[in-house]
């Protein structure tokens, strides 16, 4: 079993809905991120959260330490955020990240 | 604007020539990092570094190595290159804290053996 799982693995929905990816993970950790990557390979880091709650424009992302879930929230979706979304957390026990394998999410318009 | 550069976006090879792909950031950064990207299979970390001349291997070093003789540049080496090794290449670099910072990556760099 992977110590960090990402549902969906893909996602398609229409423009404007409010969608939600799940990270859940297994080891104790000192913060959690999230990253988006585009077609052509540039990773851009959304979030990087210890606990609570963070927005960012049209994304928000909660983290719940007890039960080692966290979520990416993108209200009103556009085609422009088709993109892979990767969870990864640094593990207590060193400053490695533990990555997810990505969400794939596709916007039609 | 915090850069990480990567010398090369797309590189041909062939098997057996030996290749660098050089990771440039400008943030003042201890940690750096070479991941690659392979379809399915999510980021794998080859090789990190925590200071200069400093080295760690990561989950897939074999058949790789690494140079950082100043803190803004970590260097990833194919001493031969094989065609299992045709893929996309990441460099990313954080501060240094067990607390977490805020990663950055460079932009990739495509690398095909053939």
């Known amino acids: 079993k992977n110590e960090v799982e990402q549902s969906p693995q893909n996602l398609t929905a229409q423009e404007g809905e409010f969608i939600t990816i799940n990270c859940s993970y297994s080891?104790?950790?000192?913060?959690l991120h999230w990253l988006q990557q585009h077609p052509g390979g540039g990773i851009v880091s959304l979030f990087m959260l210890s606990s609570g709650k963070k927005k960012h424009g049209r994304l928000i992302a909660t983290i719940n330490i007890q039960e080692k879930h966290s979520s990416l929230h993108i209200t009103a979706s556009h085609p422009r955020d088709s993109a892979v979304y990767i969870c990864?957390?640094?593990?207590?026990?060193?400053?490695?990240?533990?990555w997810g394998a990505g969400t794939k999410l596709i916007i039609k318009p | 604007d915090v850069k990480v550069t990567q010398s090369s976006r797309y590189l041909v090879k062939r098997t057996g020539e030996k290749v660098f792909l050089e990771c440039v950031q400008d943030m003042d950064h201890e940690n750096m990092f070479w991941y690659r990207q392979d379809p399915g299979l999510g980021l794998r970390l080859i090789y990190f570094?925590?200071?200069?001349?400093?080295?760690e291997k990561g989950d897939i070093p074999e058949g790789y190595s690494v140079s950082r003789e100043k803190k803004e540049r970590f260097s990833l080496i194919l001493e031969s290159a094989s065609t299992n090794q045709t893929s996309m290449y990441l460099c990313a670099s954080s501060l240094w804290t067990h607390s977490g910072n805020t990663i950055y990556f460079g932009e990739g760099s495509w690398l095909t053996v053939v």
């Open positions: 570094s925590y200071d200069v001349k400093m080295k």
């Open positions: 990864a957390v640094r593990a207590d026990s060193n400053y490695q990240l533990i």
């Open positions: 080891v104790g950790i000192s913060a």
